[in-house]
């Protein structure tokens, strides 16, 4: 059974940083991609940043240049460093991870980021 399990969210004041972490039950080289999405209250959850097996990314508009996604294969684990955070980034930050041989998406229990103005 896959788990990924997010940490780093928190409270920071606009313009600051944040680095979330997603930790995976094993390794990751089995999923074709992992991301980030995030959902805001009243809104709909969306992707935030993908990576692919092969190291491809993909980011929203709204954070390119600011948000970066990577990968510690020996450590399981992909990350998200935000940087220059606007209150509109305040959302619960959710891992993802596609594997696209056996049809199935795993998420992790989310994170919460507070950007205050």
């Known amino acids: 059974q896959v788990q990924l399990v997010e940490s780093g969210g928190g409270l920071v004041q606009a313009g600051g940083s944040l680095r979330l972490s997603c930790a995976a039950s094993g390794s990751i080289f089995r999923f074709n991609s992992m991301g980030w999405y995030r959902q805001a209250p009243g809104k709909q959850r969306e992707l935030v940043a993908v990576?692919?097996?092969?190291?491809?990314?993909n980011y929203a508009d709204s954070v390119k240049g600011r948000l970066t996604i990577s990968r510690d294969n020996a450590k399981n684990t992909v990350y998200l460093q935000m940087n220059s955070l606007k209150s509109e980034d305040t959302a619960v930050y959710f891992c993802?991870?596609?594997?696209?041989?056996?049809?199935?998406?795993?998420w992790g229990q989310g994170t919460q980021v507070t950007v205050s103005s």
């Open positions: 993802n991870a596609k594997d696209v041989a056996i049809g199935l998406d795993y």
């Open positions: 990576m692919s097996t092969g190291g491809s990314t």
